[in-house]
C-alpha cells in the first residue's frame, strides 16, 4: 500500500476511535500495543500490520471494509 492509503485508514481510525470516545491510549490498550505505535498510525508514520489493523476494527467494533471506506 501506498502512504496515501495509510493516511486514509489513520483518519479513519481516529475518526472512529473519536466517536467511540476512545483516547489513543484505551484504543492501544484494547489492541496490546503502546501509546506511541496508535499516534504514528494515525498519522501514517508507521505501517500496521493487517493482523494489527484486524485488531483495531475489532476493538473500535467496525467492519474492516468501512475501515478502508475511502469516500
Request: aromatic share 10%; charged share 30%; glycine share 8%.
Amino acid at each position: 500500500m501506498n502512504k496515501s492509503v495509510y493516511k486514509k485508514l489513520g483518519k479513519n481510525i481516529k475518526k472512529r476511535r473519536m466517536e467511540l470516545g476512545y483516547t489513543q491510549q484505551e484504543l492501544a490498550d484494547k489492541i496490546g500495543k503502546g501509546l506511541n505505535f496508535v499516534g504514528k498510525i494515525e498519522v501514517a508514520f508507521s505501517k500496521p500490520s493487517f493482523d494489527t489493523i484486524i485488531e483495531i476494527a475489532n476493538a473500535l467494533e467496525i467492519k474492516l471494509k468501512d475501515l478502508f471506506d475511502f469516500s
